[in-house]
């Protein structure tokens, strides 16, 4: 049974870092897109990163316009540990923030963008921006 548990997430000030992980079970990680979504309270789930092995040694990363350049995704094979490496964080940056994986989804297309295309979710962790 797949499964995706979120953890790192908690409150920091503006321009702070935190690094989220996802530990993956149950199921193939280099077959699956996988994205990390956030959603703010009252606003649509929106992907800011996604991760694909392409092949041994070889991945590819896409990120939001509204995150590239602060946020890092990266995967820690052995441990089946997706991560999220996110500094210089903004009040806009607050959310929920999930894991997920698409197996047959696309990276390079976009359509990680869209949650409904996603198979697999964990439950999520906050992460809050004080100024």
């Known amino acids: 049974q797949a499964q995706l548990v979120e953890s790192g997430g908690g409150s920091v000030q503006v321009g702070g870092s935190l690094r989220l992980s996802c530990a993956a079970s149950g199921f193939i990680v280099s077959d699956n897109c996988l994205v990390w979504f956030r959603q703010a309270e009252g606003k649509e789930r929106e992907g800011v990163a996604s991760?694909?092995?392409?092949?041994?040694?070889?991945?590819?990363?896409y990120y939001s316009d509204s995150v590239k350049g602060r946020f890092n995704i990266s995967i820690d094979n052995a441990r089946k540990t997706l991560y999220l490496e996110m500094n210089n964080l903004k009040p806009e940056d607050a959310a929920m923030y999930y894991c997920s994986a698409g197996p047959g989804v696309d990276c390079a297309s976009g359509t990680w963008r869209n949650a409904a295309r996603m198979a697999y979710w964990g439950k999520g962790t906050l992460v809050t921006v004080s100024s």
């Open positions: 991760f694909h092995v392409v092949a041994v040694g070889s991945h590819s990363q």
